[in-house]
């Protein structure tokens, strides 16, 4: 069965600072989505890549998909306190069944 | 109300007793999905449902009754649950899943159930 592995596991940075997280899958991608989730709340979509290459941002925050579409890194320029939270990637496990599969979460502290 | 909601957020019950998650999405979407996140595993995907019709059930059990009366609504009566069931269990929607491209699940804030 597929899986997606989320490094690191957590990331502790100095506001102001650049950092990236990384999903890498055991099978190809259909699609990838990026969520962010404060601590027992809900999870808010950042966006979707879906072709090899395909490079999203929005904000100070950006997403791409390798070429291979089996890994996808997400970046944050300049953190903010308000970027903390846990990130996580997302799959669809068989191509567009809408049964998604996930990391196990990165936990970003940004301290001011 | 906008977006995804979820009622209560939160919940105590015993092993005995018989409770219901509420979902209501009012995104006009189709399809409707429970999930289960505990500390330390992955979001799990539990059910799926297209159209009011149940497409997937992760093997979850029996414990966990779905239901979902209309594409706006989704339920998940539990009864005899067992301490490990406690968890935050989130509700999400999506246009729907059987299109040739890909939908985005739109999730909400959860329920946090603590089993005593």
């Known amino acids: 069965s597929q899986e997606l592995e989320q490094s690191p596991q957590s990331l502790i940075v100095q506001e102001g600072k650049n950092l990236t997280i990384n999903c890498t899958s055991s099978?190809?991608?259909?699609?990838l989505y990026w969520y962010k989730q404060k601590y027992g709340e809900g999870l808010i979509f950042l966006m979707m890549?879906?072709?090899?290459?395909e490079e999203k941002s929005h904000e100070k925050i950006t997403a791409k998909l390798d070429e291979k579409k089996q890994q996808s890194s997400l970046h944050i320029t300049a953190s903010q306190p308000s970027h903390a939270g846990i990130y996580l990637c997302?799959?669809?496990?068989?191509?567009?069944?809408?049964?998604?599969?996930f990391g196990q979460g990165t936990t970003l502290q940004v301290k001011p | 109300e906008t977006g995804v909601t979820q009622t209560p957020r939160h919940l105590v019950m015993g092993m005995t007793n018989k409770k219901s998650l509420k979902c209501e999405q009012h995104?006009?979407?189709?399809?409707m999905y429970w999930y289960k996140q505990s500390a330390k595993k992955p979001l799990e995907l539990m059910f799926v449902?297209?159209?009011?019709?149940?497409?997937e059930n992760n093997s979850v059990p029996s414990r966990f009754s779905p239901e979902c009366p209309n594409s706006s609504h989704l339920f998940l009566h539990l009864h005899t649950l067992q301490p490990e069931d406690s968890a935050l269990y989130l509700c999400a929607s999506s246009q729907d899943h059987w299109r040739d491209y890909q939908e985005t699940q739109y999730f909400g804030p959860g329920t946090r159930l603590l089993v005593l």
């Open positions: 890549l879906q072709k090899g290459g």
């Open positions: 995104l006009g979407h189709n399809a």
């Open positions: 449902y297209n159209f009011k019709e149940q497409t």
């Open positions: 099978k190809t991608l259909y699609g």
């Open positions: 997302g799959a669809d496990a068989s191509g567009n069944t809408g049964k998604l599969i």
